[in-house]
Nanobody, 125 residues
């Protein structure tokens, strides 16, 4: 079983910064990509940023230049530094990993999607 634990959300004024962290643990063989999604009030969940095991990154246009995703492969942890936050960044942020999971008895399955429980980011104007 895979567990994803997030931290770092909170309330911040517009223009402020926050850093999100997410650690994956459990029966993980390897992680292909990690990333962050968000779901604002009344909106669908959207991709914010992703990073692969070799460090390649991808960002949605609205956060380019403001958010930076990084990853510690040894710790199976992904981070996202969020600067110059705007009220429209208010959302619940979910971390995601696409990984290979050890199911026991020599069985490895993948790619499996693993999700965190979500952390709320609120940006006041």
């Amino acid at each position: 079983q895979v567990r994803m634990v997030e931290s770092g959300g909170g309330l911040v004024q517009a223009g402020g910064s926050l850093r999100l962290s997410c650690a994956a643990s459990g029966s993980i063989v390897s992680i292909h990509s990690m990333g962050w999604y968000r779901q604002g009030p009344g909106k669908e969940r959207e991709l914010v940023a992703t990073i692969t095991s070799d460090g390649s990154t991808n960002y949605t246009d609205s956060v380019k230049g403001r958010f930076t995703i990084s990853r510690d492969n040894a710790k199976n942890t992904v981070y996202m530094e969020m600067n110059n936050l705007k009220p429209e960044d208010t959302a619940t942020y979910y971390c995601h990993a696409a990984l290979f999971e050890d199911k026991g008895s020599g069985l490895v399955i993948g790619l499996v999607d693993a999700w965190g429980q979500g952390t709320l980011v609120t940006v006041s104007s």
